[in-house]
Each structure stands twice: as structure tokens, then as C-alpha cells.
């Protein structure tokens, strides 16, 4: 049954209040976004949410930082989404409808609600948001046979260093089974090797026992370069400083994902982009990956992975949590060491 076209006046939600550490609040009386008058819009009733550092990284900026890039306030954390249209002009959409996206929007995968049959939990849609897209976008700025062939050829090496968080999970995945590289190397700790392996992964380098640019250095001294670095913790600028002795010259890119939000990242960060290699600067090609983008083609691709069984949603058991608990879910993603996603549940699906 598609739900009543008849508009609640208010929503249960989350909201950041203006705290450091930031913390979050529930309102039960939160207002429904008003219905733009003209363009394409799709008002959706949420189902599941997930979240992700970025919600409370921009949380933790002095004010108006916050206000200035999210909006008005109260701010409410979670980009990504799935749920049903509720109302909409969407060519693609009617009333009823199962969508999914982050700040953009697209029918759920064809095919999709029948792996619910068989034990998939529509929680996997809500959580690739952010996570899934960045994992994907950042794959294919690489010069990767996949990519230069439109989908025809495979091969290629992959670095992703932080397999087993949220982006990591995603990324070992799409460059493995998606986009069919050759050898996916990953980083994690000693016990979450056994995940990522799962996953696909080829290689994996424990950073606690190992110090992961000399064991890169290793690998390529043995196999050749690789074609593409994505990085999704930035913790060791060393990482792409030293990078020509692993990452090929023609063609090889040194993706940055994961910063952290102090002064000395953001100056690392600034120094690796701007110090030009003639002066002595990194000599591999950098770049910052700033803003995950929405692109309907990419969701439609993901889709048709999952469909396909080649891409799944690592939910473990715990990290599913009501909105009402949504605070205990953020000082988990805090510590840092969540294996795969945090899915927050906010409405049953009552069709
Ligand atoms: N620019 C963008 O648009 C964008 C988009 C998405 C994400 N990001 C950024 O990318 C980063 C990762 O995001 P995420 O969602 O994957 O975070 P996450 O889910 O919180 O990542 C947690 C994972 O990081 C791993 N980890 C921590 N330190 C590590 C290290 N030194 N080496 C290898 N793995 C390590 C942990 O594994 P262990 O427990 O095994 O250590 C844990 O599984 C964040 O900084 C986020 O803000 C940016």
C-alpha cells in the first residue's frame, strides 16, 4: 500500500546540539521539509539511516562553521537514506516507491526486495550512501583497465589503506569483484584481517605489527608498481611522500580520503597538494578527494553489484541502533575501530 499523500506535521529526528564534544538530542516534534513549488523534488519516508565522520566531524567545528556549510539549524546528522516516496514528481518515482541516495535520490535496485527474501536486510541500502559512493568515485579516478576500457578489460593494483571501516569495506569490493582488479592490498589491524580477506582482499598488511610504506616498498620491489592509492585514514603523510617507490609514474594516483580535522592535517594535506614536485615536493600525482557527488548512473551500478551478490553492506552484529539511541552510535563511530557500517533504524516499513 503507497502511504497517504497527506502530509504529517512534524517528524521524529536527530539533532546536533551546539556542545563540544557535540551531542545529539531527539526531537519528536522536528518539521517536515516544505514541498518545493517548482523543479523535480521526492519527499521520502526514512526507513534507515546510517551515519558517518563526516556528521560529526562538521558537528565538532566552532561555530559557524557547522551552520555555515550544513544550513539553518537545528542541524540534523545522516545523509544517507532509505525509505519510501511519500510525495513526488520524480519521472522515475511513484508514491510507494523504495529509494535510495544520500543528498540525491534513485529507485532502489531492481531485484533488491527479493534478496530481502533471502535474508538481506533493507538496513544494507540505508548505510552505502556516503561510504558506498566515496568507496566507488575514488576507484574510478584511478587509471585502472576497468576504467580506461568502459568495463571491458581487468587487472590493475589497488592500495586501500582502512579496509575494514565503512569506506574500506566498500572499496575492497567494488575494486575486487565491480571494477575486477588483479590485486587489492589493504591495511587494517590483526583481527580485522580475516574480514577484509572475505571481502576480496589479496593482501593485507597489519599496520599495528607492520609499518605499512616499507611493506609497500616490499610488494613493489617484488610484483611492480601500483596503479591507484586510495587512502582512507591519512594518518602517515609518509604514505604518499614515499610513494614513487611504489605507485607508477604514468597514470598513478595517490587518492586522499580520510583527514583528520586539526591544524597539522590540514596543513600536511595542503603541503601535499601544493608543493610542486620540481621544488622537491611528493612525485606522484595527488588528490584530495573533497565531496562525494550523486550520480544516478553510479547508484544504478552499485544496484546492480549487490543485485548480482558481488557487493554487501558489513553490518555487524550491535551496530544497529534505534534513532532514539542515535548518541551511543556516534561514540562508537568515535572510537574509530567500527568494522564496516553503523545502520540507524528509524521506521518500520509498512509499505
Ligand atoms: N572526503 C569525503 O567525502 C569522505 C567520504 C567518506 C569518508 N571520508 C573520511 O574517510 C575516513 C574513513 O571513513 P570511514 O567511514 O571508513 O571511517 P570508519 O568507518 O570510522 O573507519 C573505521 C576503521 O578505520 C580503521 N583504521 C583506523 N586506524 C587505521 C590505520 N592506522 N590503518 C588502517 N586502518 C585503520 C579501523 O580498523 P582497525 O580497528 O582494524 O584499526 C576501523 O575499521 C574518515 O576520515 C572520513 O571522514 C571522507
Not at 4 to 16: I, V
Not at 174 to 186: D, F, M, N, Q, S
Not at 188 to 195: A, H, I, M, R, V
Request: glycine residues 12%; hydrophobic residues 35%.
Amino acid at each position: 500500500m503507497a502511504p497517504s499523500n497527506s502530509l504529517p506535521t512534524s517528524q521524529r529526528a536527530a539533532h546536533f546540539m551546539p556542545s563540544h564534544p557535540p551531542s545529539t538530542k531527539i526531537s519528536q516534534v522536528a518539521p517536515v521539509p516544505t514541498i518545493p513549488k517548482s523543479g523535480i523534488y521526492t519527499l521520502v519516508r526514512v526507513l534507515s539511516s546510517s551515519i558517518n565522520p563526516v556528521d560529526y566531524k562538521i558537528a565538532s567545528l566552532p561555530q559557524p562553521l557547522p551552520r555555515i556549510m550544513i544550513g539553518s539549524a537545528p542541524i540534523t546528522p545522516g545523509i544517507d537514506f532509505v525509505g519510501r516516496a511519500w510525495q513526488t514528481n520524480h519521472p522515475d518515482l511513484k508514491s510507494g516507491d523504495l529509494c535510495w541516495g544520500k543528498d540525491g535520490i534513485a529507485k532502489a535496485p531492481e531485484g533488491y526486495l527479493s534478496l530481502l527474501d533471502q535474508g538481506r536486510k533493507l538496513e544494507e541500502l540505508g548505510c552505502v550512501g556516503v561510504a558506498g559512493m566515496t568507496a566507488l568515485q575514488t576507484l574510478l579516478m584511478g587509471d585502472l583497465p576497468y576504467n580506461r576500457s568502459g568495463g571491458t578489460e581487468t587487472g590493475g593494483r589497488v592500495f586501500i589503506n582502512g579496509g575494514s571501516g565503512g569506506t574500506g569495506i566498500f572499496g575492497i569490493q567494488i575494486a575486487k569483484h565491480g571494477l575486477r582488479c588483479e590485486t587489492v592490498i589493504t591495511s587494517c589491524s590483526g583481527p580485522n584481517t580475516e574480514l577484509v580477506r572475505s571481502l576480496g582482499a589479496d593482501e593485507v598488511i597489519d599496520y599495528r605489527s607492520t609499518n605499512v610504506v616499507d611493506a609497500l616498498k616490499e610488494w613493489s620491489r617484488n610484483n611492480g608498481p601500483l596503479d591507484l592509492i586510495v587512502d582512507n585514514v591519512g594518518n602517515d603523510p609518509n604514505l604518499y611522500w614515499q610513494a614513487h617507490h611504489y605507485l607508477k609514474n604514468d597514470g598513478g594516483k595517490f587518492v586522499a580520503v580520510g583527514a583528520g580535522v586539526s591544524l597539522s592535517a590540514v596543513t600536511a594535506l595542503t603541503k601535499m597538494m601544493l608543493w610542486p614536485r620540481l621544488l622537491g615536493g611528493g612525485k606522484r600525482n595527488f588528490h584530495l578527494f573533497m565531496l562525494t557527488s550523486t550520480k544516478k548512473e553510479q547508484w544504478d551500478q552499485f544496484g546492480r553489484w549487490m543485485t548480482e551478490g558481488k557487493l554487501k553492506t558489513v553490518i555487524e552484529d550491535g551496530n544497529v541502533f534505534d534513532l532514539a539511541n542515535i548518541g551511543e552510535a556516534f561514540e562508537k563511530l568515535q572510537t574509530g575501530r567500527t568494522r564496516g557500517k553503523i545502520a540507524i533504524k528509524v521506521a518500520e516499513d509498512g509499505h
